[in-house]
């Protein structure tokens, strides 16, 4: 071994990763009385490489005590056009070390739960025999009788002949201080596509803390992705031109999101889960995970706790609405790289804030759908349709 940390020989379930995914269902397992042992497998030594994490509300009442920032106002902007609308609902962050570190300190408090951090997992194997997961480490093994995998997409190999769309969202930003007041702290710049690449799908976005004080962030959304210096020449070209005030960077964080509909397993063999990013927890058509990830890890907490598995998910008419929406947008953005800005920039235009919202937080009605859709070009919505009609549904596999 190379390590010296201690692991229990055997769990009822183990979670591999010990990110947003991981940690929420190991927390929500907690909140709930979970009787079984858990441990979670982290390969990192601290939360500090995390960021943050934002969504719109209604929030979650056991998320509420980890929120840093609130923000009731958004701006959306492109060519002459610069929207500022209040929100019915307010946008939230999330700072990723708090939250974590805060479900890491309550984790230490019960007996049937362990954090491992600095441990690399390097195989699971089942034995069918003894209805257990073997799971090697590079500090030893551990059996479970169940296993989430909350890891990264290094295993996935996507759909098997790509038939269903792939983007990808990459961003890269910095967080600064400027030397004089130039932000509204009330409002969340989501997409100023007055940037070079503006028409094809790049905007800045913005989170300010204080009148002097915000992250700047470049994001792309396109079939291709986009070298961190490219995001943070954008986002330079945006401090000098927009900003327009000198500024002291603090920090730098890079990302990307996958944003496809292709099918992400929730389990392809017996007592082994995907979870977070892995178990498809991204809406594909904007990114947005952490309402997912929690709605997800709480519905698989209750069902551990009443039936001491997951049970399997069978999408529901609405979920099936939502996902051929996701497939129009990105298959119409896929095919003309104009689509996502145009689209966005009408939405804004044409639709009630509320109603923007409900539909960037899943909790649209049919009649919200179909205002939605209404703003989207003939054109591009007939090219999309077309192109889906002669789709099979794909899945993807998952391998360490």
Known sequence: MSNQIYLPRQVDAAILGGGCAGMSLAYRLLLGGYRGSVVVLERAVDFDREQRWCFWGPIDKDITPFVSKTWSKFLVAGGSLEFVRPAGAKYYQVSAPSFLNAIREKLSTA????????????????????????????????????????????????????????????FAGLTITTSKDVFDTDAVTLMDFRVPDGNEGAFIYVLPYSQNSALIESTLISVDREETDEHLTRVNWYIETKVKSSVTVHSTETGIIPMTTTKFPFSTTPGRYYIGILGGAAKPSTGYAFTRIQRHTKRIAAEMIKFGRPLSYRPSSTDQRREWIDDVFLTASAINKKFFTQTVLRMVDRLPPDLLIRFLSENDSLADDVKVMSVVGNRELADAAATLSGRRPQTGSVGD
């Open 111 to 170: 007996n049937n739960f362990y954090l491992r951090m600095g441990v690399t997992v390097h195989k699971t194997t089942r034995d069918p025999a003894n209805h257990v997961w073997n799971i090697g480490t590079d500090c030893g093994d551990v059996a479970a009788k169940l296993v989430f995998d909350a890891r990264n997409l290094r295993g996935f190999t996507g759909s098997s002949d790509s038939a269903a769309p792939w983007l990808h969202q990459s």
